[in-house]
């Protein structure tokens, strides 16, 4: 089993930062990528960013260039550095984890608010 646990949402004023951690842990193989995504109200789940265990990362062409994604291979985490939040930013940010045999992965979701 297989168990993703999120950290770092919170409330922050517009232009603020926040970092969010996403450690997985379990019967972990052959991991693809890992990512975050996000849930605002009344709105699909979108992605935000992902990166591979190669290193290769993409982002959603609203966090191009506030948001950075990294992640530590060893201990299986991924971090979302968020920089010059915005008001649009809010939403509940998801880790997920996707791997070559084992299935797809979610974390249970952090609250990320921005106040403007």
């Known amino acids: 089993q297989v168990q993703l646990v999120e950290s770092g949402g919170g409330l922050v004023q517009a232009g603020g930062s926040l970092r969010l951690s996403c450690a997985a842990s379990?019967?972990?193989?052959?991991?693809?990528?890992m990512g975050w995504y996000r849930q605002a109200p009344g709105k699909q789940r979108e992605l935000v960013a992902a990166i591979t265990s190669g290193g290769r990362t993409n982002y959603a062409d609203s966090v191009k260039g506030r948001f950075t994604i990294s992640r530590d291979n060893a201990k299986y985490t991924v971090y979302l550095q968020m920089n010059s939040l915005k008001p649009e930013d809010t939403a509940v940010y998801y880790c997920n984890l996707d791997t070559n045999w084992t299935g797809n992965y979610w974390g249970q979701g952090t609250q990320v608010t921005v106040s403007s």
């Open positions: 379990g019967s972990i193989r052959s991991v693809n990528a």
